[in-house]
């Protein structure tokens, strides 16, 4: 038997990137399939992700997820948009279908399994606030919506992105949601049931760093989720605990949605528990 000693490739482009700990988990689950797949962490500025994407389609890679910043700029790269990321507006990952790139959006879809399976909350009739307005939120929000949430409010320190993203969220989903600019400290009221951090607060390097957030006034049964997973113990979720309300790490969004990648790219099963455990041999957890 002739050997053969190329390995299929996939990855990550962000800017920056070199936090993301996506790679750990795919290349676990990649020998566990016993699959010759290699993951590549690729940091990629924002001017430079046409270039990036050509060298996709050159190295005829398999697939590759997008991250901050670039899973809205993707979209006019791309020929192809799944109906659902396209209901959402942003891709975060990408298959190859012979020559052709087809962006789907696995965020809200590993978001929405971590809040039912981890945290054992469901969203139909709940009151959803979420902080940002990139990818995630997009994808969050979509995904929450379409669970039958009762009403949702985006804060977001820009005004027009905001906005924007509220406006689509609404016209493709007929969602009862509304924007209020994040100005100053948010105190979260009695009447939330989940509040969600879609934003970059806190990811490392920036491990320090806390939303402008107060859950004095939080009821004792909300629901905090913080999209960041390195690391997964940040501030918000910290300060959280300490009042003793449950929470949802970012890890759970990272590992469901890798799996849905994972089996979208190779056609195999995920390996679910090993991309878990990889995980938490990473952070010591």
């Known amino acids: 038997?002739?050997?053969?000693?190329?390995?299929?490739?996939?990855?990550?482009?962000?800017?920056?990137?070199?936090?993301?700990?996506?790679?750990?988990?795919?290349?676990?689950?990649?020998?566990?399939?016993?699959?010759?797949?290699?993951?590549?962490?690729?940091?990629?500025?924002?001017?430079?992700?046409?270039?990036?994407?050509r060298g996709v389609r050159a190295f005829g890679m398999r697939g590759i997820n997008l991250t901050i910043p670039h899973k809205v700029a993707v979209l006019s790269?791309?020929?192809?948009?799944?109906?659902?990321?396209?209901?959402?507006?942003?891709?975060?990952?990408?298959?190859?279908?012979?020559?052709r790139l087809i962006g789907e959006n696995t965020d809200g879809k590993g978001f929405l399994r971590g809040v039912r399976e981890e945290a054992g909350?469901?969203?139909?009739?709940?009151?959803?606030?979420?902080?940002?307005?990139?990818?995630?939120?997009?994808?969050?929000?979509?995904?929450?919506?379409?669970?039958?949430a009762r009403e949702m409010t985006v804060y977001n320190r820009s005004v027009e992105r905001g906005q924007t993203m509220v406006r689509d969220l609404v016209s493709r989903t007929g969602a009862n949601a509304h924007f209020e600019p994040w100005t100053g400290t948010y105190h979260v009221t009695p009447d939330v049931n989940i509040l969600v951090n879609a934003t970059s607060i806190g990811l490392f390097p920036d491990v320090?760093?806390?939303?402008?957030?107060?859950?004095?006034?939080?009821?004792?049964?909300?629901?905090?989720c913080d999209v960041v997973p390195n690391p997964p113990e940040t501030r918000l979720i910290q300060s959280a605990?300490?009042?003793?309300?449950k929470v949802l790490t970012g890890l759970a969004m990272l590992v469901y949605q890798g799996a849905i990648g994972f089996e979208m790219w190779t056609r195999h099963t995920a390996p679910e528990a090993v991309m878990k455990d990889a995980l938490a041999r990473a952070f010591g957890i």
Request: aromatic share 4%; glycine share 10%; net charge negative.
């Open 1 to 53: 038997m002739t050997a053969n000693y190329k390995a299929e490739l996939v990855g990550v482009l962000g800017y920056p990137v070199a936090e993301n700990p996506t790679g750990v988990m795919q290349e676990a689950a990649f020998a566990s399939a016993g699959l010759n797949w290699r993951y590549l962490t690729i940091e990629v500025k924002p001017e430079a992700l046409l270039d990036a994407m």
């Open 77 to 99: 790269l791309l020929d192809e948009i799944s109906p659902d990321a396209a209901m959402i507006g942003a891709v975060n990952t990408v298959r190859r279908e012979g020559e």
């Open 121 to 148: 909350v469901d969203p139909k009739g709940k009151r959803i606030v979420i902080l940002g307005a990139g990818g995630a939120a997009r994808a969050i929000a979509v995904e929450l919506t379409l669970a039958g």
């Open 208 to 224: 320090d760093a806390m939303p402008d957030v107060s859950l004095a006034a939080a009821r004792p049964d909300l629901l905090l």
């Open 241 to 245: 605990r300490a009042q003793g309300l």
